[in-house]
């Protein structure tokens, strides 16, 4: 119910500026309107995917392999402490993710422009 009720906020603030933007650029109310669905649905899809991002790295980082909580990971007074051993995973991960994503570009790149 929260997640339907922040959609239809989001869409009330953003509807109005989204749908005269492009009908200022020349495109009919029905593309206007298939725009704003797309991009609505573009930003939950982005806000879902994260929090499943963040919530494995959380237990691939706080959890061991024999489904045991690691104590060691888990500081209540320091910052610094849990913040360095789960940032490095986290710059770990979107670096694979960005090499990977760089690479399949630059190979579509190459299959359209010979």
């Known amino acids: 119910m929260a997640v339907v009720s922040l959609i239809s906020v989001m869409s009330m603030i953003t509807n109005p500026v989204m749908i005269a ?3 200022l650029e020349g495109l009919y109310l029905e593309q206007a ?5 797309i991009t609505v649905f573009m930003i939950t899809i982005s806000n879902a995917v994260s929090c499943v991002i963040a919530t494995y790295l959380v237990l691939w980082v706080c959890v061991k392999s024999e489904h045991h909580i690691r104590a060691d990971c888990i500081h209540t007074q320091a ?3 849990s913040y360095s051993s789960t940032i490095n995973p986290i710059i ?7 090499l ?3 690479s399949s570009i630059q190979r ?3 299959v359209i422009f010979r």
Request: hydrophobic share 60%; net charge positive; no cysteine.
């Open 21 to 23: 933007r492009t009908i």
């Open 33 to 37: 309107m298939r725009q704003q669905m």
């Open 79 to 81: 910052l610094l402490r």
């Open 92 to 98: 770990g991960v979107v670096g694979r993710v960005w």
């Open 100 to 102: 990977f994503v760089m």
């Open 108 to 110: 579509f790149l190459v």
